[in-house]
């Protein structure tokens, strides 16, 4: 365990060194503000707080960034190190290849949760002085929406070390983990969409559209958010959607656990079976 | 064979059809200084792999301080590695890696005096990044160091460091090796090993083809000794009668003479017996330079 905190303490100095950690946070932050600045004009009659209209409009935001920003911390970790001659040198030392792994998640996720915390929390606080709604309402709803970010990101950090423990070179790390951002945030739910127009119903059945949600962290992480807040899923207009959804919090918490352990396996096993 | 700090087996590496390692067998005693001698993809840094456990032999048997390092990972803890060319994560201080390093190897007591030992003292709060060669290969010296290990394993330890480092790289080897540490170090400069290894290993597209001292080495291989002289007017006579298998070349007052190792002494004694016709003597026995190269073309079967 003292090995795989001590990877973990030096990732996150490595974050703070590079400024990575502050980059991120940021962008995260600056991002958040000007989106929900943008989105509150309109919201008007919908009867949403601000907060609220903030967590949706942030949502479809992580979406798109927080997988990005996982994996382009985590493609790296295995290859690039191998690459830069650095690996080497670490696993004549005492470590087991998984807690290298283990150790690199830990210490990428603080450095993502600092930012996502620090950069939604910023804008968020922001949002409410200004809105005047006072702090005690929706955030509960943001503080899970932020939490639930943080599991997306880990859930891409998992994958991006998988691939970064199989591919050989790191050009091809970065093109495979391009493409499943590209999979995971745009084209599995525009093919699912197009699926479902085509089909009306008569193979996708609800209950095989929720198992098609759940293959998809990033279709698991938008349906966590609607379920943790009823203001949000007004505000989209998919409450309808929400209470429909077969798929309790439970089932989504444990889909989102699932797509952070599997990769996380998957990568300690390629990683074991890599030839140095 | 539990007194023995490393023995291989028959042990072969192949990648694919490459053969990296093939059929090696030796062993490694406590406080041996062993030089492991071989061109650039002779298999030197396949065998320090396997012996840390990061690749498996394909064949054969090996066991490093008495455990398979295949099966686990706990003899790592008293192994420093030096890799060749070794690289560090340019953001972080020298002071800040080896720490790193030494909690991983549970010596954090020792990050202070080590980098004193190599040197690093005043530079341990820079980033290594705006560090030279001789000062990353340092600091890779010093965590080699770490934890006080049983087996060292150096892969081109001294490029890059000036002389007086080499010294006290070279020093700080042999106080390791008093107190029973083995070194196994691989280098391309033969001559600085010629008095700092007991034994070296000649390595040959993946085949051990020698092992042993120096001296046995020079048996093995019946290379001439080499004598230069500086003669006067009376030398021609010496000549005529010098023992036979002497080779002589003359050149304006300088003669050069090889002779077979055995008949060495006869040699000296004919050439002292003249009281005046050799001014000066210089004897160098075959280098280490010329053993390899003696080895390499076949000489060793």
């Known amino acids: 365990m003292n090995a795989t905190l001590a ?41 949403a707080r601000a907060l609220d209209v903030m967590v949706v409009s942030l949502s479809s935001l992580t979406i798109f960034l927080i997988p990005l920003i996982a994996l382009l911390l985590s493609h790296d970790a295995v290859v690039g190190e191998a690459e830069r001659g650095t690996l080497l040198l670490l696993l004549s030392y005492p470590v087991a290849r998984w807690q290298v792994i283990l150790g690199k998640f830990l210490g990428h996720l603080v450095i993502l949760a600092i930012a996502t915390i620090i950069g939604y929390g910023a804008a968020g606080l922001a949002l409410s002085f200004l809105s005047g709604d006072g702090f005690s309402e929706g955030w509960a709803a943001f ?31 970065a093109g495979i983990a391009i493409g499943i951002w590209l999979l995971f945030a745009l084209v599995y739910d525009m093919v699912l969409l197009g699926v479902l127009v085509v089909d009306q119903g008569a193979v996708i059945t609800p209950p095989v559209l929720n198992a098609l949600l759940l293959l998809n962290p990033a ?21 309808g959607l929400a209470s429909d959804s077969a798929l309790p919090a439970p089932v989504l918490v444990s889909a989102m656990i699932g797509w952070i352990v599997f990769p996380l396996a998957l990568a300690s096993m390629l990683f074991s079976r890599r030839q140095l | 064979m539990a007194d023995l700090t490393v023995s291989l087996r028959g042990v072969s590496r192949h990648f694919g059809r490459q053969i990296a390692v093939e059929d090696v067998s030796f062993s490694l005693e406590p406080g041996q200084t062993v030089a492991l001698v071989g061109h650039n993809g002779a298999g030197k840094t396949t065998l320090m792999k396997l012996m840390l456990g990061l690749i498996r032999p394909s064949g054969g048997t090996l066991s490093v301080l008495g455990e398979d390092p295949g099966r686990g990972f706990g003899a790592r803890r008293e192994i420093g590695f030096l890799p060749e060319n070794v690289a560090f994560n340019p953001s972080l201080t020298a002071r800040e890696l080896l720490g790193f390093y030494a909690r991983l190897k549970g010596a954090r007591s020792e990050v202070g005096p080590l980098l004193a030992q190599v040197g690093l003292e005043e530079a341990a709060n820079r980033r290594v990044g705006t560090y030279s060669k001789g000062m990353r290969q340092r600091l890779g010296l010093a965590q080699a160091l770490l934890g006080s290990p049983r087996l060292l394993l150096l892969d081109e ?33 033969l001559g600085e090993l ?19 001292t120096i001296g046995e080495l020079r048996r093995l291989a019946e290379l001439p000794v080499r004598m230069r002289l500086r003669v006067n007017g009376s030398w021609p006579a010496l000549e005529a009668a010098l023992p036979p ?6 050149s304006d007052g300088i003669v ?45 079967e």
Not at chain 1, 219 to 226: E, F, T
Not at chain 2, 161 to 169: A, H, M, T
Not at chain 2, 245 to 250: D, P, Q, S, W, Y
Not at chain 2, 266 to 273: D, F, P, Y
């Open chain 1, 7 to 47: 990877i973990a303490g030096k990732e996150i100095r490595e974050g703070l060194r590079n400024r990575w950690i502050v980059a991120t946070t940021l962008l995260l932050g600056l991002l958040a503000l000007t989106l929900s600045f943008l989105g509150s004009a309109p919201t008007g009659s919908t009867g």
């Open chain 1, 143 to 173: 503080g899970r929406m932020i939490a639930n970010s943080i599991g997306l990101g880990a859930a891409f950090l998992a994958i991006g070390y998988a691939v970064s423990a199989l591919a050989r070179e790191r050009g091809v790390a």
């Open chain 1, 219 to 239: 279709d698991v992480y938008r349906l966590l958010n609607l379920a943790g807040s009823e203001g949000a899923a007004l505000a989209t207009g998919m409450a």
């Open chain 2, 157 to 189: 330890p001294t490029t890059g460091l000036d002389p007086s480092l080499r010294l006290s790289f070279y020093e700080t080897i042999r106080t390791l090796g008093s107190k029973g540490a083995t070194v196994l170090l691989s280098s391309h400069a």
């Open chain 2, 194 to 212: 010629e008095q700092r290894a007991d034994r070296v290993l000649i390595m040959h597209r993946g085949r051990l083809l020698a092992d042993g």
């Open chain 2, 245 to 250: 298998g002497t080779e002589v070349t003359r």
């Open chain 2, 256 to 300: 050069d003479l090889a002779c077979p190792a055995p008949r060495k002494m006869e040699v000296i004694r004919h050439l002292a017996s003249d009281g005046t016709a050799v001014k000066d003597m210089e004897i160098t026995p075959p280098s280490l330079d010329e053993l390899y190269a003696h080895f390499l073309r076949g000489g060793g």
